[in-house]
């Protein structure tokens, strides 16, 4: 049987149906398709709202998304689809509503006892509501709500800089705010904002950098610094920039090395050397340095196996140690390159 294309079917069928006169635009059929493209960008709206910490705004897109899918499962009620977005929305919509009244709970906490004696109850107070919102912020990542997590990050952020603000030479609170920045950082990153990401993490390396510089001898300000190196070398090599990445993996790496001549039979700094050797091999592997990424890997088995040896979380460096030998194999074998 012979077809006619579509188009060509439904202009024969429409000249033979229709007036003389245009339609009027009630015979339309509602356009479903515009409706469920306007919603998805409502969402999309709602996200960044709320990922830059504007939650009234997030809130208002996210009912205007809600009253366009409403109106979908309206017009198509038997669709189980639409009755899934819509309950979907609604439920994100409650998830947002609930976050706006913990912050504001919090804030209200915060302000209690702001002067004289007072005052120092009020800022313990407000450290705990940093924390707090660092820690319900990390549970939202772990769920997948980034924009969530972002809102809560940059609110305790704004917490910490006040503090510190009023303290300039306060070394704990300047230590808080990193870990603020170093959160908003990680989560810009799984989102893809690099460039944020990076004026971020380099923010946190500076005030780590001032702080291991005040008092050289800390070995904790020093490992904290080494730790924001890892993270930047993390962005950067998602940047696309693997000499960058190196440059602050093999800084990283110096001051564990440094850190652990000092203190020889500290497991967990010969751990985080470990970590930093597979850091720089992956690195080095990835950009086609095979016998770099061997040398590191390599040694990075050899403490792995000295922990091992001293009977050190005997299970999970096992795991470790095989895996390594499988990465060492690999990489010792002909590059099928061309």
Avoid at 52 to 74: P, Q, Y
Avoid at 250 to 275: F, K, M, Q, T
Avoid at 317 to 329: P, Y
Wanted: proline share 4%.
């Amino acid at each position: 049987m012979q077809m006619n294309p579509p188009h060509a079917a439904a202009a024969s069928s429409v000249a033979a149906a229709s007036p003389a006169t245009p339609p009027s635009s009630a015979a339309k059929p509602p356009d479903v398709a515009g409706l469920i493209e306007a919603a998805h960008a409502r969402r999309g709206a709602a996200e960044a709202a709320i990922r830059r910490g504007e939650l009234a705004a997030g809130l208002d897109a996210l009912r205007e998304e809600l009253a366009l899918r409403r109106r979908v499962l309206e017009l198509d009620p038997d669709n189980a689809q639409a009755r899934d977005s819509v309950a979907r929305t609604a439920a994100r919509l409650a998830d947002v509503l609930v976050f706006r009244s913990s912050v504001a709970g919090l804030h209200r906490g915060e302000t209690a006892g702001a002067d004289g004696a007072a005052g120092l109850t009020g800022a313990r107070r407000q450290r705990e509501v940093a924390w707090t919102l660092r820690s319900v912020g990390g549970t939202l990542e772990a769920r997948g709500d980034l924009a969530g997590a972002l809102a809560l990050y940059r609110e305790g952020l704004d917490v910490r800089r006040r503090l510190a603000a009023r303290e300039p030479g306060n070394a704990d609170l300047m230590l808080d705010i990193t870990y603020s920045l170093s959160a908003i950082a990680q989560a810009l990153l799984a989102l893809g904002d690099f460039t944020e990401a990076l004026a971020k993490q380099n923010e946190s390396l500076a005030m780590r950098r001032e702080l291991a510089q005040r008092d050289p001898a800390n070995s904790r300000r020093r490992l904290d610094l080494s730790w924001s190196l890892m993270a930047l070398a993390d962005i950067l090599e998602a940047k696309g920039e693997p000499d960058g990445s190196l440059a602050a993996l093999r800084e990283s790496l110096a001051i564990r090395r440094a850190l652990l001549a000092a203190d020889v039979g500290n497991g967990g700094l010969g751990r985080d050397v470990a970590a930093s050797l597979v850091r720089i091999g992956e690195v080095l592997a990835a950009t086609g340095d095979r016998a770099g990424a061997h040398a590191a890997f390599s040694e990075a088995r050899d403490i792995v196996c000295a922990l091992a040896a001293r009977g050190t979380d005997g299970a999970t460096l096992s795991a470790d140690i095989a895996v390594l030998g499988e990465w060492i194999a690999a990489l010792a074998q002909p590059s099928t390159a061309s």
